[in-house]
């Protein structure tokens, strides 16, 4: 089958191969994606998915970059909707998990699983796409240490040390909400798992950053 040369249809037959390739990886595991395995997913022959995408590791990069996508898009604009840090804070802590609930499979391959990371295509052929996701990252992990540093104050945050201890022990709380929220065992012991969490972000908060 050729590759179609109508932009429209080749962008839904792309968004068919990732939707099949991100079902594999978080079902059976990174190692067990093939081109094989997703064409026989979409009714496709393997050899025309190579029309859309070189490698199954060119998919897997392009799939992490359209999770951070989603994941940057919200989190800019819920800083730039608030002004006072700790409601800020408080925000961000929110829409955080809120992608890691209602986008759980990208939130995996991102954060969970041991999926390749930029550092492993440095120096291959891939190593400019996979660029593109690390710069994404590293834009949202800038954007949550400026929030960390308007909380603690502006003598605090002249402490490298101090501001990367409150960062690392927010997300380390955050995935941890996640993952027990999307694992579902938290449910077995928390019945309203979501009103406990709102409260636990706004505590955490007040208690970390001596509010």
Same mark, same amino acid.
């Given at each position: 089958?050729?590759?179609?040369?109508?932009?429209?249809?080749?962008?839904?037959? &792309?968004?068919?191969? $990732?939707?099949?390739?991100?079902? =594999? +990886?978080? &079902?059976?595991?990174?190692?067990? #994606?093939?081109?094989?395995?997703?064409?026989?997913?979409?009714?496709?022959?393997?050899?025309?998915?190579?029309?859309?995408?070189? *490698?199954?590791?060119?998919?897997? +990069?392009?799939?992490?970059? &359209?999770?951070?996508? %989603?994941l940057q898009?919200?989190? +800019?604009?819920?800083?730039?909707? !608030?002004?006072?840090?700790?409601?800020?804070?408080?925000? $961000?802590?929110?829409?955080?998990?809120?992608?890691?609930?209602? !986008?759980?499979?990208?939130?995996? =391959?991102?954060?969970?699983?041991?999926?390749?990371?930029?550092?492993?295509?440095?120096?291959?052929?891939?190593?400019? $796409?996979?660029?593109?996701?690390?710069?994404?990252?590293?834009? =949202?992990?800038? #954007?949550? %240490?400026?929030?960390?540093? *308007?909380?603690?104050?502006?003598?605090?945050?002249?402490?490298? &040390?101090?501001?990367?201890?409150?960062?690392?022990? *927010?997300?380390?709380?955050?995935?941890?909400?996640?993952?027990?929220?999307?694992s579902k065992?938290?449910?077995?012991?928390?019945?309203?798992?979501?009103?406990?969490?709102?409260?636990?972000?706004?505590?955490?908060?007040?208690? $970390?950053?001596?509010?």
């Amino acid at each position: 089958m050729k590759k179609p040369r109508d932009a429209n249809a080749i962008k839904k037959i &792309q968004d068919r191969i $990732l939707k099949a390739a991100l079902d =594999i +990886i978080v &079902q059976e595991g990174y190692p067990a #994606l093939t081109m094989r395995r997703i064409a026989s997913r979409i009714g496709m022959t393997a050899p025309n998915i190579y029309n859309y995408y070189k *490698s199954k590791d060119e998919l897997y +990069i392009c799939l992490v970059i &359209q999770g951070f996508e %989603i994941l940057q898009r919200t989190l +800019i604009s819920v800083y730039e909707a !608030h002004e006072d840090p700790f409601e800020r804070g408080a925000a $961000l802590a929110r829409a955080y998990i809120d992608f890691g609930f209602k !986008h759980s499979s990208y939130y995996d =391959i991102m954060f969970t699983y041991p999926t390749p990371k930029y550092n492993d295509y440095v120096g291959t052929p891939l190593e400019k $796409l996979s660029e593109v996701e690390y710069k994404m990252s590293m834009d =949202i992990v800038t #954007l949550a %240490i400026n929030a960390v540093k *308007s909380l603690i104050g502006e003598e605090t945050a002249k402490d490298e &040390q101090a501001v990367q201890m409150r960062f690392i022990a *927010s997300w380390s709380m955050l995935h941890g909400m996640i993952s027990l929220y999307n694992s579902k065992v938290v449910r077995y012991t928390i019945e309203d798992t979501e009103a406990m969490y709102e409260k636990m972000i706004t505590e955490f908060l007040q208690i $970390l950053f001596r509010r």
